[in-house]
């Protein structure tokens, strides 16, 4: 990934914070996008500090003007795009339940973080990342970041299910419209995940046991391991996969 230039959002906190320390480790040049500012700061110093070359923008993927702006200012700073990781996204507890139970306001929330971020970030990238794979004479690639809740029905909330599935379509509609135009777009689909959104409940011991029994490798998920398929997915190790679905999931989808 040496001097590639990538732009992840969700950048501050998560798989998005695993996703730059992995393509900073391997030499990439990143745009790190978050809403949240503060902690956004904290990421990108620390980043720095490691000689990363890198740009901090605060932007809400759900509003059109942010992701267009933000996606200027990276290109401008970073000089191109050649790879997207769409990490940004929410899950809300007032989603959870019945889905006669789910308020409207709460599954057009998330569908706006999730599902409609997803598509602005792309619908942006996508003229810097055909451009970019042009210039290369290689390929430019987007990996977005779906879950296992859009593969199956297990109960994940109706907004949140959605959203995914919808990143899910999108991903295989995006690898079909610009493939041959030098962009390759795969969806990562991770299973429970140690990060903030989890909150620490996969630490907790009555609810590890729980999870546990669903995930053949009987383990949740740590955020570098996501990290490091879509490093993989963006980088040439991956020149000829395009549009594929790929759960990280310790195998808990088979069950
Ligand atoms: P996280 O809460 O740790 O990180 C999400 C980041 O997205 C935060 O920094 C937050 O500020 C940012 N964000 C939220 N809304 C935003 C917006 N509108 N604009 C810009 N930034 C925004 O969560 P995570 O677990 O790292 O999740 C990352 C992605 O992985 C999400 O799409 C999530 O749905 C997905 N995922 C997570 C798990 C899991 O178990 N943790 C499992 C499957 C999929």
Do not use: W
């Amino acid at each position: 990934m040496s001097g590639r230039t990538v732009l992840v959002t969700g950048a501050a906190s998560g798989i998005g914070q695993a996703v730059c320390e992995r393509l900073a480790a391997e030499g990439a040049v990143l745009a790190l996008v978050d809403r949240d500012q503060e902690r956004l700061a904290g990421v990108a110093e620390a980043l720095g500090g490691n000689g990363t070359r890198h740009i901090a923008i605060a932007a809400d993927v759900s509003r059109e003007n942010d992701v267009r702006g933000a996606i200027e200012r990276a290109v401008a700073a970073l000089g191109g795009l050649r790879g997207v990781v769409t990490c940004a996204g929410i899950f809300e507890p007032s989603d959870l339940g019945p889905a006669a139970d789910v308020d409207l306001d709460t599954f057009a929330r998330v569908l706006a973080v999730n599902l409609t971020g997803t598509f602005l970030v792309a619908k942006y990238a996508l003229p810097h990342l055909m451009h970019a794979a042009a210039e290369a004479g290689g390929s430019s690639s987007i990996a977005t970041i779906g879950s296992t809740a859009g593969l199956r029905g297990h109960g994940h909330g109706a907004g949140y299910t959605a959203s995914k599935g919808g990143v899910i379509s999108l991903t295989r509609l995006l690898a079909f419209q610009y493939g041959d135009k030098g962009v390759r777009t795969n969806c990562i689909c991770p299973g429970f995940t140690d990060t903030p959104m989890t909150g620490g409940s996969g630490r907790d011991p009555v609810m590890l046991r729980a999870l546990r029994r669903g995930i053949p490798l009987r383990r949740i998920a740590q955020p570098e391991e996501i990290a490091a398929l879509a490093c993989f997915l963006l980088s040439d190790a991956a020149s000829y996969i395009n549009g594929q679905i790929i759960a990280a999931d310790g195998g808990a989808t088979v069950t």
